[in-house]
Structure formats: structure tokens, C-alpha cells
T-cell receptor
Framework: KAGVTQTPRYLIKTRGQQVTLSCSPI?????VSWYQQTPGQGLQFLFE???????NKGNFPGRFSGRQFSNSRSEMNVSTLELGDSALYLC????????????FGPGTRLTVT | AQRVTQPEKLLSVFKGAPVELKCNYS??????LFWYVQYSRQRLQLLLR??SRESIKGFTADLNKGETSFHLKKPFAQEEDSAMYYC????????????FGSGTRLQVQP
């Protein structure tokens, strides 16, 4: 099976703009989670979607949002970008969300200038 | 709240030496614990999980509930083991998310 894919791989935006990142899970996986990875904070959970519903959310401001489509593909959106949003955004999928075993994509490197 | 601590940012050993990457967690219930590895320019990938008690690439990890630890061990390090290692914790709080430690970079020198 193909692994988790994320697009784009690299993105440069300026402060105040918004951005949308995309994630395609492994075929058959219905749960998609998003994480932010930074040198200072490490890997932090953003949110998790299952069957088009957000089930869990981390401690991030409302500027961070997401959605999941009927084919399990997911997007996350960050509005009004801040310099501190520069990070590697990782998407992970799991079969049904009942297991903590997750499979990660390569990430999208977002740089905010 | 649950927490994962990996006290060493960097662990440098010589090839053939034993390796132990430390991981401690804080959670009073029944956790699920994982080790993830990230090789240079590769994605984060699952190395092993405590419930399967398996050995992957020579690595093992035993859950010690008394000490709340899940240390990763390998008797003889190889140069290809050089990577970033993350310990991760899953807890049944209705929130299906992993809590990651800050990671330990393992450098295996020839």
C-alpha cells in the first residue's frame, strides 16, 4: 500500500496570510491526525478526524482548523499566520482511530516570513 | 496530564557498544507506549510497541509500570541505528492522540 502523502512538501508564506495543507491517508485508514513539530516544542497534537468528524483537539488557537472528506483525505488550515507557526506539520493515519498505532507522512515544512 | 520525558537530547556510542535510550512517563492508568524512529531525511516511523513485546532491528523495550519507564535497548549498536528516537504515550482518556517525548538523537560512531 502507498504510505501517507502530504502536499505541498514545502511552503513559504508571509505573516497574516492563510494556508491549507493536504493529507491523504493510507488506503483503508479512516482516522487522520495532525501534529506540529518544532525544535522548541517538539511534536504537539493538533487534532484528529474520523469519518469526517473532528473527535479530538489539542491546545492550539482557533486559527488552526481542519476537515476530513468522505474519502478520508484531510486538510488543515491556518489563518492569519504568525512567525511562530513556522514548523513541520505532520499528518498521521490509523485504521480506525481505536489504536494509537499511527503511520506518518513526510510532513509539510511551513515557513512564515 | 500525561507527560513523556526523554532526559537525553544526544546519546553517542561506538559501534558494537550497548545502547539504552531512556523514556519515563507520567500516567496513573494503563498506558500504551511506543518508540518511533526518524532516520535522516525519512519520515517518522513506528519502531515498536510495548503490547507486542517484539524485537525490531535488535531493539527491545520493556514497560516497567513501577518505575513508569519504557527504555529502549540494543545490545550492539550499528552505524545504521543513528537516528532520532521518540518515545510516545497513548492513554485512554477518550482523546486518541499520542503524547511524544522531546526525542533523543542517537549517534553511533565507527
Amino acid at each position: 500500500k502507498a504510505g501517507v502523502t502530504q502536499t505541498p512538501r514545502y511552503l513559504i508564506k508571509t505573516r497574516g496570510q492563510q494556508v491549507t495543507l493536504s493529507c491523504s491517508p493510507i488506503s483503508g485508514h479512516r482516522s487522520v491526525s495532525w501534529y506540529q513539530q518544532t525544535p522548541g516544542q517538539g511534536l504537539q497534537f493538533l487534532f484528529e478526524y474520523f469519518s469526517e468528524t473532528q473527535r479530538n483537539k489539542g491546545n492550539f488557537p482557533g486559527r488552526f482548523s481542519g476537515r476530513q472528506f468522505s474519502n478520508s483525505r484531510s486538510e488543515m488550515n491556518v489563518s492569519t499566520l504568525e512567525l511562530g507557526d513556522s514548523a513541520l506539520y505532520l499528518c498521521a493515519s490509523s485504521v480506525d482511530g481505536l489504536s494509537y498505532e499511527q503511520y506518518f507522512g513526510p510532513g509539510t515544512r511551513l515557513t512564515v516570513t | 496530564a500525561q507527560r513523556v520525558t526523554q532526559p537525553e537530547k544526544l546519546l553517542s556510542v561506538f559501534k558494537g557498544a550497548p545502547v539504552e535510550l531512556k523514556c519515563n512517563y507520567s500516567y496513573s492508568g494503563s498506558p500504551e507506549l511506543f518508540w518511533y524512529v526518524q532516520y535522516s531525511r525519512q519520515r517518522l516511523q513506528l519502531l515498536l510497541r510495548h503490547i507486542s513485546r517484539e524485537s525490531i532491528k535488535g531493539f527491545t523495550a520493556d514497560l516497567n509500570k513501577g518505575e513508569t519507564s519504557f527504555h529502549l535497548k540494543k545490545p550492539f549498536a550499528q552505524e545504521e541505528d543513528s537516528a532520532m528516537y521518540y518515545c510516545a504515550l497513548g492513554v485512554n482518556t477518550g482523546r486518541r492522540a499520542l503524547t511524544f517525548g522531546s526525542g533523543t538523537r542517537l549517534q553511533v560512531q565507527p
